[in-house]
Structures are given as C-alpha cells and as structure tokens.
C-alpha cells in the first residue's frame, strides 16, 4: 500500500527528489503533471500525417501510448523531468570544414548517454518506490514525448528547431522522464525565448524545416544518417559535407549557447580519436574494428555497413585523390549498401578511376548498386558497356 502523502509531505518529497538528482549528477531536475501537455497529441498526429517521421514505423506504432503520460500509464500522476548538459568543449561546426576527417555530432562522440541517464534515474526512483509509490523510468527509446514534457515542466522551452532549449544551458541537454504515481509539487512551465530569431532554420544544410516548430525529418542528416536504413537519396548526398553520424547545426547556431557550459562528465566527453577521425581510417574498418573503436558509444547503433554508407558520402565530398584506394576496396565489399555508395563517391573523387572499374557493373546482382552505376555513367564518363548489358 502506498504511504498517503499530503500536500506538504508532497513539497517535501519534491525537494528532496531535486536535491537527491543533483547529487547523482544531473544537471537539472523539475516537475510536472501527467496532464501538462494537452497540444501534443494533436501535434504528433499532425506530424504522422504529413509523413515527417519517414520509416521510423515505431512511432506511428506507439502513437497512442506516446501522446500523453496516461495514455502510456493510467496511474501515473507525476512527471520527473531530468536534464543531463553535454556541452561540447569546442565549436561543433568547426570540423565541418576539414574535408579529410569526418564529423561526429556532439551527443555521439562519448559514452552512450542512454546507459548513464538510465542508471541514475534507477537510483533516482528508489525511495519513491520504498514509499510504496510506482515508479517507471525512461530515457529516449520509450513512448514519451520528453521535449514537450520538459518545457512543461519549466527547464526550457521547444525552439524553432524543436530541439529543448534552456537558458542555463542553451542547446546540451539530454533528458530523461521519470513517472510515478505519487503526487509531486508541479513547477511553472517555461515560456518560449525564441522571438524573432531563426537562425536555427536558416543553417539547415538539407532544409529539413517546412516551418518553424516542425522538422520533416526525413529530410534531417540526424535521421539519414542514423535512422534511415537504406540507400540516402542523391539530393541530400551532398548537403551532407563530412557529417557520418547526425548533425548539429540547428543546436550550434543558437544565440542562447552562449549561457552553456562544459560537460562536467568526463564520461560525455570524446572519447580519443571521435571528434575528427581521419576518412581514411573510417574507410577501413571492417566490423570487428567497428565495434572496437565505437563500444560504448551511440554510433554502434548504426552497425558498420550503414556507417560506412555514410563514410563513403563524406569520401565523396572530400576532393581528396588520396582516399581513392580506400574507395576502390570498397567497390567489392560484401554489403550492398557499401557498394553502391562507393560507386557514387569515386564517381565525385576519380572518374577515370571508376571507369577502369566499370566491367564490376556487369557482376553486380543488386537493384540499388546497379542504379548507383547508372548514375555514375549518366552523370560523367564510365565506358558504359558493362552498365547497359544489364538493363532490362
Ligand atoms: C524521433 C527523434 C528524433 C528524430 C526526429 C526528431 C524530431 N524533432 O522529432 C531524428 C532522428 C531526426 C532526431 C534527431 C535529433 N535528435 Co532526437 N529524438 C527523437 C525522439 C526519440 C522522439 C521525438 C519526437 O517525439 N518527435 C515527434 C515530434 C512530432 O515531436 P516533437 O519533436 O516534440 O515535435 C513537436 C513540434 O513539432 C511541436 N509543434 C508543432 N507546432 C508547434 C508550435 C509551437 C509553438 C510549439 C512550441 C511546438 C510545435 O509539436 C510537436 C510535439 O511537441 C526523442 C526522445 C523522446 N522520446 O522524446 C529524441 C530527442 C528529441 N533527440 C535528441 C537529440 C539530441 C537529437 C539530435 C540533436 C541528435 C544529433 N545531434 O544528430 C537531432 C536533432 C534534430 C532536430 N532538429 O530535431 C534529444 C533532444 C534533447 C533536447 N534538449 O531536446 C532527445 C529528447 C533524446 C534525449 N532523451 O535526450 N531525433
Ligand atoms: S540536425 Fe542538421 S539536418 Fe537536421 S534539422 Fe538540424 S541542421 Fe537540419
Ligand atoms: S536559433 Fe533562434 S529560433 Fe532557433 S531555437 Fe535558438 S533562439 Fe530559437
């Protein structure tokens, strides 16, 4: 049987809840109902019906679940809110520019942020669970809205971009929920500080925001990168630069980093060789070296034949001739996805070298590798013999 907490006991458990999440390291701690976001379940659908969130199934799937805290748990009464600040040492953008190396987004440098976030809110929600409360926790993977629910709960507000911003720590927050069925004192909302500003919306490489408050994302480097499984469509192959997994840009450019700070966790900091790893290396990795170099760290996620897909666009980008032996091995790499993206990159780095290459076109099984083919030899040169005697 839960304890009955009344009103001041409820103020009470809040504080000592807030003060027992900075001790555990989070940055910020605040709280809402289970009732705050009421425009969010309309918002979803609208974003479902416009398409915006690509093949990622999972979300029309959870619609339901995902559109307010009871809908996912009936019992929950309050929402614990929990910001985690990653800020990054140096400028994001600043190895965007360096056309041999590759760039890996800020949250994805260090430790996977999912483990940490998790266990502290574990340990968060142990004495709310020796009060006899139901607790649950979550972080990112679960059918909760975190972003609306974090402004509800006051640590920042949604910004054109979508993303949470805060004003101690403009755009390097992690969020974690934690619902429980014990009544809390719920803090004020936070208003929205964007104003005029669209800087955010401006910098999109891929022009991925059809207005401001909306992302399509399957136009967002974030989810081709990462959560798009197959071939990236051709249009985006060069808004892409040197970015291989996510993008920061829209986070960047916000004037309220200028209140963010340095990650204190040493844990959230790159790990050596991931804030602007050499192409050629990347372009080596088989799986085993793959998983070596990215334990522990988000991008193992992607597994390595999508990874390299990227890799392989940034190769592509670089104007760099050194890269066109890695390329070339690549050309007969046992994923599809790897080789087709190889055709594309040396079609941008070595003409002549892919034409030399050609007669694989006549071995080649796969639709889509055969499609990168044709393009190539549409777009440029490559002796396209080989290419034609498969066409149908
Ligand atoms: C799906 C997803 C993605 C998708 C889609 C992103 C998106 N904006 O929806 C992709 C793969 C593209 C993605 C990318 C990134 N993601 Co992500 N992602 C999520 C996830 C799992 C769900 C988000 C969601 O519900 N989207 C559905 C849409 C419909 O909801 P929404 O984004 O809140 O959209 C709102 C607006 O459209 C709004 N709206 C419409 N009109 C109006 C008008 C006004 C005035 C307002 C206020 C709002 C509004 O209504 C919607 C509901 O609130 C969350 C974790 C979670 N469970 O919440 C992480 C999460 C949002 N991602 C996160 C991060 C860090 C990123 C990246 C920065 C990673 C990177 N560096 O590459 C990028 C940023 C790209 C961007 N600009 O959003 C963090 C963000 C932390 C923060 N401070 O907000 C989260 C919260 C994960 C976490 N636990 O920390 N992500
Ligand atoms: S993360 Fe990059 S690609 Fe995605 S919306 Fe922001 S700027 Fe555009
Ligand atoms: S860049 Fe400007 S518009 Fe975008 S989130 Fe920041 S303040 Fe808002």
Redesign the pocket.
């Known amino acids: 049987m839960p304890t009955r907490i009344s009103e001041d006991d409820a103020a009470e458990l809040s504080r000592a809840l807030k003060k027992r999440a900075r001790d555990l390291g989070f940055s910020v701690c605040r709280i809402t109902t289970a009732e705050a ?1 009421p ?2 379940a309309g ?2 659908r ?2 479902l019906d416009a398409g ?2 690509g093949d ?1 199934a999972w ?1 029309e799937e959870t619609e339901e679940r ?1 559109s307010s805290p009871k809908a996912l748990w009936p019992e929950v009464r309050s929402v614990v809110m929990l910001g985690l600040n990653y800020g990054p040492e140096s400028d994001p953008m600043q190895t965007l520019g360096e056309r041999d190396r590759a760039t890996i ?4 440098r260090g430790r996977d ?1 999912h483990d940490l ?1 998790k266990g502290r809110l574990k340990t968060l929600a142990a004495p709310l669970a020796r009060l006899g409360e139901d607790v649950k926790v979550f ?4 059918p ?5 629910l ?2 509800a709960a006051g640590i ?3 910004g054109k ?4 911003v805060s004003r101690d720590f403009g ?1 390097w ?4 929920a934690l619902y429980t069925t014990a009544p809390l004192q719920a803090d004020a909302p936070e208003r ?1 500080h964007c104003g005029s500003c669209r800087r955010c919306l401006d910098i999109c490489p891929t022009d991925a925001f059809p207005a401001p ?3 399509d ?1 399957r136009r ?1 480097i ?2 081709l990168t ?2 798009h499984q197959g071939v990236i469509a051709e249009e985006f192959r060069k808004p892409m630069g040197n970015r291989v997994y ?3 840009d ?2 960047a450019v916000c004037p309220w980093n200028k209140f963010a700070q340095k990650t204190t966790e040493e844990k959230l900091t790159a790990k050596e060789g991931l804030e602007a790893p050499a192409l050629s290396d990347l372009l080596r990795l088989d799986d085993a070296a793959f998983r070596t170099l990215f334990a522990g760290t988000p991008v193992k996620r992607t597994g390595r034949d999508r990874f390299l897909r990227n890799v392989l666009i940034a190769a592509g980008n670089s104007g760099d001739e050194s890269l066109v032996p890695e390329v070339l091995a690549c050309l007969a790499d046992p994923a599809p996805l790897v080789r087709g993206m190889a055709v594309w990159a040396l079609s941008q780095l070595a003409p002549d070298a892919l034409a030399r290459e050609a007669h694989r076109a006549g071995d080649e099984s796969d639709d889509e590798v055969l499609a990168e083919w044709r393009l190539a030899a549409q777009s440029k040169f490559v002796v396209p013999s080989a290419i034609n005697a498969k066409r149908t």
């Open positions: 976001i425009a969010a918002r979803l609208a974003a915006h969130h990622m979300m995902r987004s800020v949250y994805a942020y976030v972080v990112d993977t679960a909760v809205m975190e972003k609306p974090a402004a920042g507000w949604q971009h979508t993303i949470l755009n927050l992690f969020l974690g929205d408050y909306r992302l994302a967002c974030a989810y990462i959560e996510g993008c920061d829209c986070l």
